[in-house]
């Protein structure tokens, strides 16, 4: 019961992406080939709201609900942020999935999708696997 507050917003977050299109394979390809703004639209304005956001959290020095001090680090410019971005981005164009959507593409029945969930993690333990290897 405790985490049950999480569930109720992790279905209504689904519902969201599900009846926005967000999830739509055919959506994702329209912005990969630039054919569409509402993507970008959405990613748009989701990135305006995270600016927003992380500015009055550090104007007003909003503390978290364990009133608990939220400390944002300062980010420096790294290539593997650019490499990995790149990388990611031909994942999401080539599978018209990213990890947000994944689970509400799977939810909604596209039952293919759990190849493209299955690499997602696959991916995620490789790298745990090699991170100590890779320049930082």
Aim: charged share 15%; with cysteine; proline share 3%.
């Amino acid at each position: 019961m405790k985490y049950l507050k999480y569930v109720v917003l992790g279905i209504l977050f689904g519902i969201i992406l599900v009846k926005s299109e967000v999830i739509s394979w055919f959506r994702i390809q329209e912005m990969f080939r630039f054919q569409s703004f509402r993507m970008y639209g959405i990613l748009g304005s989701a990135i305006l709201v995270g600016m927003l956001s992380i500015a009055v959290i550090k104007k007003f020095k909003i503390r978290t609900v364990g009133n608990e001090p939220v400390v944002i680090a300062d980010k420096t410019f790294h290539w593997g942020n650019v490499i990995g971005g790149l990388i990611f981005g031909l994942g999401w164009a080539m599978t018209g999935a990213c990890p947000g959507p994944l689970f509400a593409q799977i939810g909604s029945g596209y039952g293919v999708v759990l190849f493209t969930l299955a690499f997602a993690i696959l991916g995620t333990w490789v790298y745990g696997l090699i991170k100590e290897k890779l320049p930082h």
